[in-house]
């Protein structure tokens, strides 16, 4: 159906669901598919406005395309590191690996809009709002922060929790105070660590033992930085491109810097946010270097930005419009302090070897205080310019 003739359908249906109609209970679910279709027709009535074509939903779907070569990799990925547990050699690079991928995070991707989006959808149309736009980027998000092998079940209860809890309880979209993908993973983490952690969570299959060959090891870079086997961590090459363990969107450093290059360019995602966290990481990086204390403590500080969720954490969390900073200056204090305590609570907890998703939401509550404070200097500022 070619654009015109769906856009005289969606007009054609339309009165349906509007004021008046036999089904306008559905407005809001309505006007959700009408928006993710057009731009918005609606115009000003009155007063001086300059409209442009990018509204809220045009820029989540740059970020869900921002997205697209993490979750490609992360299927590719998916595929390679079963074969290879099945001690079959495989080229990563195969339709192969990425058709298996595809069936298994599918399903993830499935449950994370179905019960997200449902939540959203049923809280619109009881409160007769429109549906909101911030859940689009979250759905996909979502299952690429968690491990393979995460039940659905258990997938659903964290979704649900953390869009009710953490989103809306406090008014819905641009009122949440925490990442919501990241609370699905908080979540997920804490109430059930078995499912989270460990060397058999990260490859699918590993954790029913369904003919994985006796050696092979599911254990991410930094588990082994972890556990002290610094010989046993992958190369700087692997980590980059992605060939080792891990959640499907966070293995490859590559596929992330394709996204970080598409929502730069864009304008869409925040270039201070992503340069003071990357800063922060390499000044605790080198800082535990100069201290070395123990084989972690010794590894190459730019070997942080490869390894865990560091890349994908400050990319496309930490840049989270609703949840960061919004100050220019308070970005900068914002993505610095994600980045230092990301690899401190990484290196330093022995419990925990990645730091970023709970660096993150801590900055998260203290975002709206940094600003606070950026303001008030600048009002200082003013008021001692002023008085002089």
């Known amino acids: 159906m070619k654009n015109g003739k769906l856009r005289q359908f969606v007009d054609k249906i339309k009165p349906t669901f509007e004021e008046g109609g036999k089904l306008s209970f559905l407005h809001s679910s309505f006007e959700a598919v009408e928006t993710f279709l057009f731009v918005p027709n609606k115009v000003t009535i009155k007063g001086s406005h300059i409209r442009d074509n990018v509204d809220l939903k045009r820029s989540f779907i740059l970020v869900m395309v921002a997205l697209v070569p993490a979750l490609i990799m992360g299927m590719l990925n998916t595929g390679y590191q079963h074969f290879l547990s099945q001690g079959q050699e495989v080229v990563f690079w195969t339709w192969q690996n990425l058709g298996y991928g595809f069936l298994r995070v599918l399903p993830l991707l499935i449950v994370s809009y179905a019960v997200g989006l449902g939540i959203e959808i049923a809280v619109a149309q009881v409160k007769g709002h429109e549906v909101s736009e911030g859940y689009f980027v979250t759905g996909i998000l979502i299952p690429l922060i968690v491990p393979i092998d995460t039940p659905l079940w258990m997938l659903a209860i964290a979704v649900a929790f953390a869009v009710i809890i953490g989103k809306e309880i406090f008014g819905g979209t641009g009122m949440n105070i925490f990442n919501i993908a990241l609370l699905t993973r908080a979540f997920l983490f804490f109430a059930y660590p078995a499912y989270m952690s460990g060397d058999k969570v990260w490859i699918d299959g590993m954790l029913k033992g369904e003919g994985v060959i006796d050696g092979f090891s599911g254990a991410t870079p930094l588990a082994e930085a972890a556990a002290g086997n610094i010989d046993k961590v992958p190369s700087a090459w692997d980590m980059f491109m992605g060939y080792i363990p891990g959640s499907i969107g966070e293995t490859s450093t590559l596929a992330i810097l394709i996204g970080a290059f598409i929502l730069l360019y864009t304008g869409v995602g925040s270039w201070k946010i992503i340069l ?46 609703v949840t960061a900073a919004q100050t220019e200056t308070g970005k900068w204090i914002y993505g610095f302090l994600i980045g230092v305590i990301a690899i401190l609570v990484r290196v330093i907890n022995p419990a925990y070897p990645e730091g970023v998703m709970l660096a993150i939401l801590f900055m998260n509550v203290f975002a709206p205080l940094i600003d606070h404070y950026v303001v008030q200097a600048n009002i200082r500022k003013r008021l001692k310019r002023v008085s002089a």
Do not use: C, Q, R
């Open 276 to 321: 003071s966290g990357t800063i922060g990481g390499l000044f605790m990086g080198i800082l535990l270097n100069i201290f070395a204390v123990n084989p972690f403590m010794e590894i190459p500080f730019w070997h942080h930005m490869l390894m865990g969720g560091f890349a994908f954490g400050i990319v496309f969390m930490a840049t989270d419009p």
